[in-house]
């Protein structure tokens, strides 16, 4: 299993628009490793990059310690699984799986064994025959899989794969890639634009936005200490709650459009340069406010929409005009048009500097949601 | 109260019939233009013919003896006839295939992200604009026994001029190089056109594999390309049954017969020697034959054809 490695790469098509700005990476092997961004973001680019599909205009790509970055696509040792498939729509199933095998002219007899082998492990026994037309959008992704695996490369990527089924057997998709990825030990590069697939695929993710690298690490640790308000917007569903918040430098707090104010520790307060932050929530973090709980951090809100989806209840209000997002665990009968009392948890604030977008606070309660996922 | 429903049930069935009566002549009248041009153009001529491939006509083209099938087998005899069919065989032989070769070959090419290279687009396509009477005019100037550019070409070299277009083994070849250049515009373009619709990715994903070029070409440009090449092929076919044009300029069917293809022998049967008789049973036989070939193709040749 083989690791890659980017180092200072830069892709432009014109010499003028950088659309991957400067990336380093390292992708070790037998990861599981997911490129998410919206779209346009540059993670295809990337991947075809890394695939060989396209040149890279400036910096350094390693497989296996070795650089690669002029190797033509099959000196890669890699194979590709892409969006629509690309699946031969005049061949059979079985033509579809073996072509790689047919190309590095493998005898027939061993092509079929492995085809067969293959096509057990992923449940197309029956469909060997058929052509790709006569297939179910799941059956036909299976091929598109089996056909990456049957090589036996060290390195797959993988390019959107699950966009194009319906979200129950993507659901179930998910499941199915990530054991074949570690029952087969492979180095898996993963594109998508979908931060669910990303979250719960990954072993590490990276976060992309207009060619540049946000942030790289586990998904629990992007979710729970975004880098940027763009990542905390981006990951999680819905979406990280944010405001703007001004820096109280005598009183030591923080307050919020004149209503909140968060106290801080002094000596954080030192490394807050910019006296104008930005401040933001998870949705699971806004708690109905009981009658003993700090005044400084309750707000009144009206209902705008309530979601109950059975194990949690998904609730939308506006507040200084943006809309906000709580998300509680359970059912709960709430009226539109009602309005409810609600406070932040301070313990679970990100605290971005306005100019720089830098992370300034991180949420200081993310050990004790550690500890509870491992007696879970 | 009996009588109301089957009053009820009168006025319904009129009003039903009546709007089927607005329907029908509508779809008639939507139709009719076609039918008129067709009938006009296609089904009277045909049926003319028919008529006519079984008497003797007078010089006017009026038929005056019914004979039955004495004109077919009087074609079917003559040895001119054979020796029509045998140089409009060997025509589309010529033609056909090598036409589509070239024509395949340049949209390979010109199917490469190049720059410029939608100028040779418009160059390879360009004979499609050009009539048939003009480019044959060309090639004569090119075939020209002394002036023509071709035999200077071949004397320069140092070898001995060919009589294109008046020596009986060549003018046949000559004319079917006429005719594949003049061809190659419009194939090029169906094919070109085939080749775009081609998916990318599955370039991409044999690329990926290690599929070397011609291997690329066999396994997926050519099986992809299947339904254009037979659509291409049929028209070829078709087309080169039907030549006339640059027969007529070129040779006008000589020397000693050697390019009278069928169409043209029918045009001097009908028009120079006035037997408008014969010349209709030969017309009726190249209609079969044409027919029979199409049906023959698509039987199967479209068996090895993959439909999207």
Same mark, same amino acid.
């Given at each position: 299993m083989y690791s890659v490695e980017l180092i200072n790469v830069d892709k432009t098509y014109d010499n003028k628009q950088l659309v991957v700005k400067d990336v380093n990476i390292t992708i070790q092997s037998g990861e599981f490793f997911v490129l998410v961004g919206p779209s346009g973001c540059g993670k295809s680019t990337l991947l075809r990059m890394i695939a060989g599909l396209e040149g890279i205009s400036a910096g350094t790509l390693r497989i296996d310690g070795k650089k690669a970055n002029h190797l033509p696509p099959s000196k890669r040792e890699l194979s590709m699984v892409f969006q629509n498939y690309a699946l031969y729509p005049h061949m059979t199933v079985e033509d579809n799986i073996t072509f790689g095998l047919d190309v590095k002219k493998i005898r027939k007899k061993e092509q079929r064994k492995k085809c067969n082998d293959i096509a057990e492990m992923l449940g197309l026994t029956e469909y060997l025959k058929r052509k790709p037309r006569h297939l179910s959008g799941g059956q036909r992704q299976r091929v598109a899989l089996a056909r990456a695996i049957i090589t036996n490369s060290p390195i797959c990527l993988m390019d959107e794969p699950l966009s194009n089924l319906d979200a129950k057997l993507r659901a179930h998709m998910r499941a199915e890639i990530r054991e074949l990825q570690r029952k087969l030990g492979i180095t898996l590069i993963y594109v998508t634009h979908d931060q669910v697939e990303a979250m719960t695929m990954g072993d590490r993710i990276m976060v992309l936005n207009e060619g540049e690298i946000q942030q790289v690490g586990k998904p629990i640790d992007v979710y729970n200490s975004p880098a940027n308000p763009f990542v905390a917007k981006f990951i999680g569903s819905p979406p990280m709650n944010l405001t703007t918040g001004l820096v109280n430098r005598e009183k030591h707090h923080i307050t919020l459009q004149d209503q909140l104010s968060i106290p801080i520790d002094p000596m954080v307060l030192n490394n807050i340069e910019n006296n104008k932050v930005i401040v933001g929530i998870r949705p699971e973090n806004i708690e109905i406010s009981s009658?003993?709980?700090?005044?400084? $951090?309750s707000f009144e809100v009206k209902i705008d929409h309530l979601e109950i989806l059975g194990t949690e209840t998904l609730i939308k209000f506006k507040w200084n005009n943006s809309d906000w997002y709580a998300k509680w665990h359970g059912q709960w009968n709430i009226d539109v048009g009602q309005s409810l009392q609600l406070q932040l948890d301070k313990d679970s604030l990100c605290i971005y500097d306005e100019h720089t977008e830098k992370l300034i606070v991180k949420p200081s309660n993310i050990q004790k949601q550690n500890v509870r996922e491992g007696i879970i | 109260m009996k009588n109301a429903t089957a009053f009820q049930e009168k006025t319904l069935t009129q009003i039903d019939t009546k709007w089927r009566f607005v329907h029908w002549r509508s779809a008639i009248l939507y139709l009719l233009p076609s039918m008129i041009l067709f009938s006009v153009f296609l089904f009277y001529p045909l049926g003319k013919t028919l008529y006519l491939s079984f008497f003797l006509t007078d010089q006017q083209g009026v038929a005056n003896v019914f004979v039955g099938w004495e004109n077919y087998q009087y074609i079917l005899q003559a040895e001119s006839f054979h020796k029509s069919i045998k140089a409009t065989l060997l025509f589309v032989l010529y033609t056909v295939p090598t036409g589509i070769l070239i024509s395949l070959f340049l949209a390979l090419l010109a199917n490469e992200? $190049?720059? @410029? =290279?939608g100028f040779f687009r418009t160059i390879y396509s360009s004979?499609? @604009? =050009?009539?048939v009477a003009a480019s044959a005019v060309v090639w004569l100037f090119i075939f020209h026994p002394s002036m023509g550019i071709l035999n200077q070409l071949i004397a320069s070299v140092g070898g001995t001029s060919i009589d294109w277009l008046l020596h009986p083994d060549w003018a046949l070849v000559s004319v079917a190089v006429t005719t594949i250049w003049m061809n190659i515009g419009f194939s090029f373009l169906i094919i070109l056109g085939g080749l775009q619709n081609v998916d990318e990715h599955l370039y991409e994903s044999a690329k990926i594999s290690g599929a070397g070029y011609f291997y690329q070409l066999r396994r997926i440009t050519i099986p992809m390309l299947s339904p254009t090449l037979f659509f291409v092929v049929t028209v070829s076919l078709i087309n080169a049954f039907q030549t006339f044009g640059q027969v007529d300029i070129l040779t006008q069917g000589g020397p000693s017969e050697s390019t009278n293809l069928i169409v043209y022998s029918i045009y001097r049967e009908a028009f120079v020697n006035y037997q408008f008789g014969t010349a209709s049973a030969q017309s009726i036989f190249l209609f079969l034959c044409i027919l029979i070939v199409t049906i023959l193709q698509f039987k199967? @040749?479209?068996?090895k054809v993959h439909y999207q």
């Open positions: 009658a003993n709980s700090q005044a400084n $951090l | 992200k $190049l720059k @410029g =290279v004979t499609m @604009g =050009v009539s199967f @040749g479209e068996r």
